[in-house]
Every structure is written in structure tokens, then in C-alpha cells.
């Protein structure tokens, strides 16, 4: 079984950063892609970055793309998702999660196992 903690979310203004951590613990972590997810109120959890287990391939959704960067240490067991110039919008909770393979994948069906979230809000 492997466990997933967030840590890193806040309130900022809008063009702050903040930066989230993931931990996992109880599995090998390098051999599954990574991945946040976020949900705001009232909507669907939505895709916002992955990467492969290898830390080679990294995909953003495109919300997110030249403001967000994800990182990962295997070595460390941890991903971090540094966000920049954040607007209002990407006000949601944040989830951390590992991948069914090592391969990046965007859809949250293909993620097994989610971390509790961190609530990351944006104000104007």
C-alpha cells in the first residue's frame, strides 16, 4: 500500500507562487508516473501535470503550461509542483497522485492511489 502526503498550499495573491510537495511511502516509487489533479468547487477534478517515472516525459495542461513545473526525486520519494505567476483561477484543491504505470497519462483513471489534497488558494 502507498501512502501519499501534500504539504505546501496556501493563501497567495494573485501573481504569487507557491510551491507543493507530495511524499509517498510503502512502494517503489520511480517504477509510476506522478501527477496533480485539481477540483475546485462546484467542478471536476481536472488534470494539471504528470510525470513519467523516469522524470524524462512531463506533460502540462495548458491552464498551467510555462506558469507551473513539476519535478520529481526518486531518490527522495517526492514530487513537487512549483506554481508561478498564480491567478484566482487555479484556486481548487490540490491532489497528488501515482500513476497505474510509468508511462504519463492525463486522465484521473489512470491514477490509483490520491493523496488527502491541499487547498490552494488565489486571491485577486
Known amino acids: 500500500q502507498l501512502q501519499l502526503v501534500e504539504s505546501g498550499g496556501g493563501l497567495v495573491q494573485a501573481g504569487g507562487s507557491l510551491r507543493l510537495s507530495c511524499a509517498a511511502s510503502g512502494r517503489t516509487f520511480s517504477s509510476f508516473a506522478m501527477a496533480w489533479f485539481r477540483q475546485a468547487p462546484g467542478k471536476e477534478r481536472e488534470f494539471v501535470s504528470t510525470?513519467?517515472?523516469?522524470?524524462?516525459?512531463?506533460r502540462y495542461a495548458d491552464s498551467v503550461k510555462g506558469r507551473f513545473t513539476i519535478s520529481r526525486d526518486n531518490a527522495k520519494n517526492t514530487v513537487t509542483l512549483q506554481m508561478n505567476s498564480l491567478k484566482p483561477e487555479d484556486t481548487a484543491v490540490y491532489y497528488c497522485a501515482v500513476g497505474r504505470v510509468a508511462y504519463v497519462r492525463t486522465s484521473y483513471q489512470d491514477y490509483i492511489y490520491w493523496g488527502q489534497g491541499t487547498q490552494v488558494t488565489v486571491s485577486s
Open positions: 510525470i513519467s517515472g523516469s522524470g524524462v516525459s512531463i
